[in-house]
């Protein structure tokens, strides 16, 4: 590999697989379209890292980014949106992709995707990275395409947002609060995208990514109240109540913590289906959750009892 085009890059997953590729082959040349790069040089801190302006939703942008690209790398994705925005993030960029993939000559793309994906799947959210992977699956090219599980790591907004809520609120109103989530660790989906661009039998494959073990939403949410020293009584809420918060917190201003389309989701189990090949057949042992996560959380959230927590955990 000598030059790959990462769209995403500057973002969670993004800045892993930076990193990853800098120290596995600091000769190869990472370019990074961004809408902002004066906001991003952390990444210039990375060896032949190089920030491009551009709006990657411009096919023209598109074309003049890719030549000289051995590989293109498609991370972009968001949570919330009207139909139109997810059309336009999780359908129409693969798209736009492909075919100035095709023009440039650029065969390999790896994708990421989304455990759930599905053309009838229950939100707009899966319907629409459902339709992104049609769109590079019939395009003719040398695809690789990953569905990670929700993903958890030090910059995560998952945990490090449950923790944040109970540093505050005497009790955690939960929707879906037996919802089910296999949660993988950014570096896994990361080596998971390496790998990928390594190994020529990926091509034409899509993985599921997902950590050891099902854990709850509730689950989820204690973990991270323990782990930060500020364990809270979680309360589930029943669907219509649940539809009245998330409908309060889409009014807020800012991206909200929560939407109708995210409880639609969470309908699906977030797990793996064991119908497809995960990061075992990628040469990855996943990293538990419980393994990684307290060790950040009670970095960045001042819990004093990380000792106590590392007993617990060995007490099973």
Known sequence: ??????????????????????????????????????????????????????????????????????????????????????????????????????????RRVVHISAIGAAPDAPSRYLRSKAAGEAALQTSGLDVTILRPSVIFGEEDHFLNLFAKLQAWAPVLPLASAHARFQPVWVQDVARALLKSLEEPRTIGEVYELAGPRVYTLAELAQLAGRASGHERRVIALPDALARVQAGLMALLPGEPLMSGDNLDSMKADNVASGHLPGLQELGIQPAAVSAVAPEYLAQQHGCHRLDAWRARARRG
Request: hydrophobic share 45%; charged share 25%; aromatic share 2%.
């Open 1 to 106: 590999m000598h030059r790959l085009l990462i769209l995403g890059g500057t973002g969670f997953v993004g800045r892993a697989l930076c990193s990853q590729l800098a120290d596995r082959y600091p000769d190869t040349e990472l370019l990074v379209p961004t809408r902002h790069a004066g906001q991003r040089r952390e990444l210039l801190a990375l060896p032949d890292v190089e920030l491009a302006q551009a709006d990657i939703h411009d096919e023209a942008a598109l074309a003049r980014l890719l030549p000289g690209c051995d590989a293109a790398v498609n991370l972009v994705g968001i949570l919330h949106g009207d139909e139109a925005r997810f059309r336009r993030v999780h359908a129409e960029l693969p798209r736009k992709l492909a075919h100035a993939c095709r023009i440039a000559g650029v």
